[in-house]
């Protein structure tokens, strides 16, 4: 069966094409679990080579050791001392200066781990630790919105092996970010309604693309995913921004989290994955046009010319049998 | 230095970090060239093994072998006898058939070669076999626009290593391509310009993002380069669609691209890359507003959390730069 869907978010469409997934090679590159095993002696982010890092912004102690550990990426893609300032070279070449954080968080002291088998405990230390930062980050106003994400995998793009995420502050919204908000003021203006309230509610009457339903989240498979088992997390609450977060719905965003992540590992193996948190830019987030989220989207083949040249993914699964098999794992 | 540019095109942001190309782990995926072998037993592409792929739509002969072979791709992304009819569950979920085509062009009998070191005259039948079928599937006016693209080397996404071209016609404009319009469209009704053709005229003036003139075309880095090495081939004569490429002009590009090619391989070894090339859809063919062109991209880092939350891309060089090494190579 092949068919095209729209995102009702973007309005980008998806090709749904299950008879590709029958094409002779490897539908995931997936990577065994590695070994537990002790602190590595070569790795920036092990215990005992902190002094490979620039200095810690947050690293809260439990019996003399650092749980989470917070730090200025060494290489940053931008940076706090630069000016926002812009130029307008000829006219039509527009630039600014490279203002932004950029910012580690490492998950553990344990080199090898991952959310899926970790302590519930532990992950509610790293989603406190993001927290953190989006608080601390958020009042310098040059900063328009934080993008929070773990690249987990190289597959994913992960460049060290010892799980992390990264928060980066950018001077602009993207223009990704504006068309979004345009196709949710239209729905609002038109409807009266946030659309991803409209479309959680949908999805929770149908329960066809449903994941899992806590006390406070709601984990649902989009109906365009454009990978296989791409899955979102959305807090019951409709809030606009992760800074929202707080109180008991933190523990039981980090239950739902690795119950989720579980099946996936379950139905992919120990696969590459990102992770993305999707927050309203900062002087939106009193307008209830959004609800912030979390997407898992596991890697599956690499986007290529056709996406590149039309921003079209093609999904081998429709998100309706992966959402089924999520469900039935992880029950 | 850190700076963001603005895509003129897009109005998308990329962020140039030149220091980030110190972070210890490779550049480039560089994969050597392959040693010249005979044909491969288990490659669909290669001759004798014709049975393994659909019937030849287009495949011109000379001493009795095929010199480029056009045929139905066997697992296709969308399919001809598909309807574009559209269904709108639940008032907010759309959908359509899976109605497109998708081919593939294999570029030669051999399994292993690479434009930049192809005879041209081979490079040419490439370019008439990609007109070819241009030229055969516009006819079907369900279809709104197609992509011609080719995935080289496995990290830019190639699934078969026999050097292929794909081409997909899709029912839709994509919204993508959609947005260049409106970028494009607003640049005509302030300026009376087309902004491609203004770009060009100034990149040729300024010079520093030029890698190549020839009589027919301009290859130049665009302002706003996604990744290291980014190259754009756009013709002189400022057609939108590719489908009027013809004459002389064949051969020049031909000539252009293997120039380009080859200078992209000496700078970064037997790379990783995608070659799209950008048309006008078959309706906006007769509005000046838009250059056709071929983006060649080579695959640096991954894409990872941070492009997937923003559509914003990290690029280690500045175009100034790589162009620079470009015209110095090719030269």
Chains 1, 2 share one sequence.
Not at 108 to 115: C, K, R, T, V
Not at 132 to 157: M, P, Q
């Amino acid at each position: 069966m092949t068919e095209l869907r729209q995102d009702p978010f973007t309005k980008d469409w998806v090709i749904i094409a299950t008879e590709r997934a029958r094409r002779p090679h490897q539908l995931f590159h997936v990577a065994p679990r590695p070994p537990e095993e002790g602190p590595r002696a070569d790795c920036p982010f092990c215990p005992g080579n902190e002094a490979m890092t620039p200095a810690a912004l947050y690293e809260p102690r439990d019996n003399g050791t650092w749980t989470v550990r917070v730090f200025p990426n060494k290489y940053p893609a931008l940076r706090v001392e630069d000016s926002p300032e812009r130029s307008f070279d000829d006219g039509r070449f527009i630039r600014m200066g490279g203002l932004g954080m950029h910012e580690v968080v490492v998950e553990s002291p344990h080199h090898y781990h991952s959310i899926d088998t970790l302590p519930e405990a532990q992950t509610c230390e790293i989603i406190n630790a993001l927290l953190a930062r989006f608080h601390d980050l958020k009042r310098d106003s040059r900063i328009k919105t934080l993008i929070l994400f773990k690249n987990s995998g190289s597959v994913a793009g992960a460049t060290i092996e010892h799980p992390h995420w990264q928060l980066i502050g950018v001077p602009v919204v993207p223009p990704e970010i504006r068309r979004k908000y345009a196709v949710a003021s239209l729905h609002f203006d038109e409807m009266g309604q946030n659309l991803y309230r409209s479309v959680i509610e949908s999805e929770l009457r149908s329960a066809e693309r449903l994941v899992l339903e806590s006390d406070h989240f709601v984990a649902l498979q989009p109906y365009a995913a454009r990978v296989p088992f791409e899955t979102w997390i959305f807090p019951k609450a409709m809030q606009t921004s992760f800074g929202q977060l707080h109180g008991l719905a933190v523990n039981d965003f980090a239950r739902v989290l690795k119950r989720v992540l579980a099946g996936v590992v379950r139905a992919l193996g120990h696969a590459n994955y990102n992770f993305v948190i999707h927050t309203a830019p900062f002087e939106d987030e009193h307008k209830s046009y959004f609800v912030w989220h979390l997407a898992i989207l596991p890697r599956h083949s690499i986007p290529a010319g056709f996406e590149l040249g039309t921003g079209i993914y093609i999904n081998v699964t429709r998100p309706e049998e992966t959402a089924r098999y999520l469900r039935d794992v992880i029950r």
